[in-house]
T-cell receptor, first 111, second 112 residues
């Protein structure tokens, strides 16, 4: 059964700084998702990573996937306050219909 | 576009009461899901429906039942609510297996 671990679980950043969130998964996953959840809101899909070496970027966020290391990263460049949210990664465990989510990383960007 | 719509958004129940959470999607998706979200636990899958007419248990199905009423609608029923079921419930849908999930706005349930 697929297990997904994110770290850190809590991240307090200063505006303008860079940081990376890590997502490790335990077994083969044919795709890896990143979602964002603003406080009190629903989840919004950010990126879908389908193959080894895949890199996706939008604004200050860049996600990458290393299937050999079973690792995905979400890199934040020059953080701004409106990036404060919880970020989840999720993997698919093969042929089933279920995504397994990590516990989420609560990101707080301070002025 | 409505996307995934859940009702109600908020509900307070007493222990032992029953209720049904309703979910509908208008994206012609085949698969639908119910998750619960608790602090520090991420999202945990309760039940899912891979396609119309099928339902399967997820990670935490005890105390819940589901009905895939048609392709659009997937409901979650609590027959005898317990305080441990206090949570935020999210319905989601996807085009197919392991596809990108689209979430509803969530239903906050408190069981006293």
């Amino acid at each position: 059964e697929l297990k997904v671990e994110q770290n850190p679980l809590f991240l307090s950043m200063q505006e303008g700084k860079n940081y990376t969130i890590y997502c490790n998964y335990s077994t083969t996953s044919d795709r890896l998702y990143w979602y964002r959840q603003d406080p009190g809101k629903s989840l919004e899909s950010l990126f879908v990573l389908l193959s080894n070496g895949a890199v996706k970027q939008e604004g200050r966020l860049m996600a990458s996937l290393d299937t050999k290391a079973r690792l995905s990263t979400l890199h934040i460049t020059a953080a701004v306050h409106d990036l404060s949210a919880t970020f989840f990664c999720a993997g698919s465990g093969g042929s089933n219909y279920k995504l397994t989510f990590g516990k989420g990383t609560l990101l707080t960007v301070n002025p | 576009n409505a996307g995934v719509t859940q009702t109600p958004k908020f509900q307070v129940l007493k222990t032992g009461q029953s209720m049904t959470l309703q979910c509908a999607q208008d994206m012609n998706h085949n698969s639908m899901y119910w998750y619960r979200q608790d602090p520090g636990m991420g999202l945990r899958l309760i039940y899912y429906s891979a396609s119309e007419g099928t339902t399967d248990k997820g990670e935490v199905p005890n105390g819940y039942n589901v009905s895939r009423l048609n392709k659009r609608e997937f409901s979650l029923r609590l027959e005898s609510a317990a305080p441990s079921q206090t949570s935020v419930y999210f319905c989601a849908s996807s085009l197919g297996p392991t596809g990108e999930l689209f979430f509803g706005e969530g239903s906050r349930l408190t069981v006293l």
